[in-house]
């Protein structure tokens, strides 16, 4: 499919007043354009509440924060835990407040959002640590928020999705109970190579290569791009992954690493479904306000999660 209309507007405004250029400069800068670019989300699920929680990390109580949807089940319920994206080194509660609202509505889940550690002040493997304790105390103590452990699911947008796939492949086999469900949103999975995607949608995009460089320096200074705690596609194994929704964008550098992880996962056996948004670019389901498919989008994915964890 051709470019979204909608989409194809918002790319010429932001190549117009050059906002582009704010992603891929300082650290402070990105987390400004980041921040100024969700506001562009739609705000208005409707949920029950939000509540903000300190929760046990590697480095002290860490900021959280439950939602809980309006037709929520009694406890306990299926939950998730999702980890926000923004290159890991900008984005927080805040900013992807949207995503999560939306997340929580239209899955009927009790959805804890986590506000880990972000590089450089915290550079890898700060967030890592910070996404397994947390679902590690899930996995132990979620009954206390309301969620049934037996019935979690673990979801990544972007970097965030980085988080949780290398979260997921860690406790492969080591979580009890082990997790039920992995949703991944336009995902960050092999930052070593690139794709035909990567080539073709390299700039224009709202996500470049610049940008991902710039956080990838950031967050893993010392780290090989090649290491699989940084582009979990490239682990050997996937055996003990939970089985797993992918949701791609057709104009997004990303595409193809998505679904490269996804027939990964066929073989291993816990490949769920796999979804690519025509027309749609990186961070799509996040600009609500300007891209009305986005609530479409994630319509379906809540669904689809709710479908997985009855």
Known sequence: MPLDA?????????????????????????????????????????????RELRIPGPAGAQAARLYEPLEADAA??????????GGLVAGGLDTH??????????????????????????????????ARAALEHLARHGADLGMDPARLALCGDSAG???????????AGRLDPPLALQVLLCPILDYSRRSASRRELASGYLIDEATLEHDLRHYAP????????????????????????VHTAEFDPLRDEGLDYFKRLRVSGAALSYTCHAGMIHLFYGLGAIIPRARVAL??????????LD
């Open 97 to 130: 407040d949207g995503v999560a609202r939306a997340l929580c509505h239209y899955s009927r889940c009790r959805l804890l959002a986590l506000d880990y550690r972000l590089a450089p002040e915290h550079p890898f493997p700060a967030a890592l640590e910070d």
């Open 161 to 171: 999705a980085t988080l949780a796939v290398v979260t997921a492949q860690s406790l």
């Open 299 to 308: 319509e379906q994915v809540g669904h689809e999660i709710r479908t997985a």
């Open 6 to 50: 909608h989409t194809q507007r918002f790319l010429r405004a932001l190549a117009a007043g050059n906002r582009c250029d704010v992603l891929t400069t300082s650290v402070a800068e990105r987390r400004r354009g980041l921040a100024q670019l969700m506001q562009l989300g739609f705000q208005d699920s409707p949920i029950a509440s939000t």
């Open 76 to 85: 306990p319920a299926p939950g998730i835990l999702y980890l926000h994206g």
């Open 222 to 245: 010392a780290v090989p791009a090649e290491d699989p705690r940084i582009s979990p596609l490239r682990a050997e194994r996937l055996e003990g992954v939970p089985p797993t929704l």
